[in-house]
């Protein structure tokens, strides 16, 4: 599993958003929220949690992972509510998603690290 590959895939979410904010278009908070839907999270809940259980960073990364996705279901039911000025700004500096952003790269790259991988 190539890490960086998957953290850059989790970033390409923003301009996705800003997107649909742009557009005033809805997208799928559901789908978006789910934790096990993307490259990273399919790893996490898959392949890492059989080989990577007993790493201590390993439920670090997954917490961490989680309340990411968690942050963009906020930010997509905003966008799907129409409030797009509320919705941009959940995607600003120092917001909990962009927090949750920040946390889940550290979290993911000391497993990295941990794991050796």
Not at 18 to 46: F, R
Request: with cysteine; charged share 25%.
């Amino acid at each position: 599993m190539n890490l960086e590959e998957a953290l850059a895939k989790e970033g390409e979410i923003r301009p996705k958003l800003l997107a649909a904010i742009a557009g005033k278009y809805q997208l799928d908070a559901k789908s978006v929220g789910k934790v096990d839907a993307c490259m990273l999270g399919n790893w996490l809940h898959g392949e890492a949690e059989s080989k990577f259980p007993l790493v201590k960073s390993y439920p670090p990364c997954v917490e961490a992972h989680d309340a990411f996705h968690a942050e963009l279901e906020k930010v997509v039911r905003m966008i799907n509510l129409g409030e797009y000025e509320q919705a941009q700004a959940m995607l600003g500096s120092g917001t909990p998603c962009t927090k949750a952003f920040i946390a889940m790269v550290a979290a993911t790259r000391q497993l990295k690290k941990d794991a050796r991988l």
